[in-house]
């Protein structure tokens, strides 16, 4: 089987319930911003493998849960009526949602209190964490649209929510595993000379 198909020459694509949509259609767009996260995952789980910060088996099931939400992405809830094993198949479970916010627990449990906004820093796998953070946010404004108008399930958009709160955490955990410095926001008056 070859990998190109020639099938999205003229800038359509299928879903998974076989409808074709306009390659730009907010679904493609959910769908490459997913992707896209993904991708930052995979750079961070290399820092932190090299880190050696325990933060590894997360990543690849945070990747391998993004694929899970990726089928949901795809399958349009109500375009998909007609098809209940195909809803039945890509349902995205709340489970997804706790088991993020268990570990978002207990990472923050071993942090110390927030006094300032933290700048993303704190050595290469705090701040690739950070980045992940930030793809997260976009993606879950992406999604949001199809979560309001019901196409994806909503627990799609509460663990994009959770997401980027588990990056955040991760980032800082990563930091202080790694002994690194995280810097923070310091307000700084620009005074203007007089000529």
């Known amino acids: 089987m070859k990998i190109y198909t020639k099938t999205g020459d003229k800038g359509t694509s299928s879903l998974y319930n076989g409808e074709r949509r306009a390659k730009d259609n907010l679904v493609f767009d959910a769908l490459g911003s997913v992707d896209e996260l993904s991708s930052c995952i995979g750079i961070a789980n290399e820092h932190c ?88 946010r976009r993606a879950e404004r992406v999604l949001i649209p199809l979560v309001t108008s019901s196409e994806v399930d909503e627990a799609v958009g509460k663990y994009l929510n959770r997401l980027s709160d588990f990056f955040f955490v991760a980032a800082r955990f990563a930091a202080k595993h790694e002994g690194k410095i995280e810097r923070v926001f310091k307000q700084k008056r620009v005074v203007e000379r007089e000529l």
């Open 49 to 136: 493998q090299s880190a050696k910060n325990g933060l590894e088996d997360k990543l690849f099931e945070i990747q391998c849960v993004l694929i899970e939400m990726g089928s949901n992405i795809a399958t349009p809830r109500q375009s998909s009526a007609d098809a209940p094993y195909k809803l039945e198949k890509t349902a995205f479970p709340d489970i997804h949602v706790s088991t993020l916010e268990s570990w978002i627990d207990t990472l923050d449990a071993q942090l110390p209190a927030l006094t300032n906004f933290i700048l993303p820093s704190g050595g290469l796998a705090a701040v690739h964490l950070h980045q992940c953070r930030s793809v997260a």
